[in-house]
């Protein structure tokens, strides 16, 4: 990001760190719009309220489901932002799904007196086992944000958005919606609406869970952050060639890449035609041998039938939905539970938990 043109009125930031900085990460999958949102954000700073700004977004490939951690660093107008690391130490942390606490990385670094936003409508005894070590030295808050996005037709990262700016305690929510309104208008001008209702409902839905003690100290951390040593080194590394570490895709948890929706299978409308497993990208469906006594073909050829599908696996694209020839597959909005208690495990010896 560049300076803006001077106004006639300077933003004062509430707090920074010891370069100058207020910084915000945003830690995300693939396809919630997290990178559009810190985006946004650093636009809005930059261009309309007269601070400087950087952002850049960390992810591997550009598949939906994949982890994204997206960054802002925001200073005053006449300070340089000199450096393009990862924020490590921020002070506001957005989780777009609660499934990403399980990782400790994603809490890594927040300093005390800061502020963690999750996307969750877990009460917080389920929440309390990934944020105790936090609680009474950051602030915590809670949002549902996926439940906005539905409500509203938008996506979770506006809502999120309205939740970071209204924590921020210094970033304008007028400025955020114009540089919003700006983006969407050039290709997707139905969405400007959406977006905008869902950015206000996320500032003004943000719930308090539990707040930092009085006193808190924003240069001290509530989290260390995490700067993992290399695995091998000269010493350690395996004979040249050999993999230790096959891949595979049986612990590939794609549940957190869904957006609110999944297909939910009803039996007895199937006609095992199998076009769902040719359109599903992740292999999603559990097939077995036909039960009754005469399973197989003219041609000798076994007969399958659907069992039903692993949403260990399934990212809600609705491929299958929109492929259904018998309306076997609806799209269902996904609930509290309803996968685990539905879900048929695609590999035979796997235990469901």
Not at 71 to 97: G, K, L, M, N, W
Not at 180 to 190: D, G, I, V, Y
Request: aromatic share 6%.
């Amino acid at each position: 990001m560049g300076n803006s043109v001077a106004g006639p009125k300077r933003t004062a930031l509430p707090v920074v760190d010891e370069l100058g900085f207020f910084e915000i990460r945003l830690e995300s999958i693939g396809g919630l719009g997290a990178h559009l949102g810190g985006q946004i954000m650093a636009e809005a700073a930059v261009l309309k309220m007269d601070l400087n700004a950087a952002h850049f977004s960390s992810y591997g490939s550009e598949k939906k489901g994949s982890p994204i951690k997206s960054f802002v660093r925001i200073c005053a107008q006449d300070q340089t932002i000199r450096t393009a690391s990862p924020v490590e130490t921020p002070h506001i942390i957005a989780v777009f799904h609660d499934a990403l606490l399980k990782n400790p990385a994603v809490l890594a670094g927040l300093r005390e007196a800061g502020s963690l936003i999750i996307n969750t409508v877990k009460p917080a005894k389920e929440l309390k086992p990934f944020i105790e070590d936090i609680e009474g030295r950051c602030n915590i808050y809670a949002l549902d944000a996926l439940g906005i996005a539905v409500a509203e037709k938008s996506r979770v990262n506006t809502a999120l958005m309205g939740a970071v700016v209204k924590a921020s305690g210094f970033l304008s929510a007028d400025a955020v919606l114009e540089v919003l309104a700006e983006k969407f208008q050039k290709k997707h001008p139905h969405a400007v609406e959406p977006n905008k209702r869902a950015f206000v409902r996320g500032g003004k839905e943000l719930k308090l869970l539990s707040a930092a003690r009085p006193g808190a100290d924003p240069f001290k951390l509530a989290a260390k952050p995490l700067r993992p040593a290399p695995i091998y080194g000269y010493e350690t590394a395996p004979i040249g060639g050999l993999i230790i570490d096959p891949g595979n895709t049986i612990l590939n948890d794609l549940s957190a890449s869904r957006q609110g929706f999944l297909p939910a299978y009803h039996q007895e409308k199937c006609v095992n035609c199998g076009i769902c497993d040719l359109v599903c990208p992740d292999h999603c469906f559990a097939w077995d041998a036909d039960d009754e006594s005469n399973n197989a073909d003219s041609n000798g050829k076994i007969k399958v039938r659907l069992k039903g599908i692993d949403y260990m696996y399934c990212k809600g694209c609705m491929r299958c939905v929109d492929s259904c020839p018998s309306g076997a597959l609806t799209q269902e909005r996904e609930t509290e539970g309803w996968a685990a208690k539905n879900r048929i495990a695609l590999f035979v010896k796997e235990k469901i938990p």
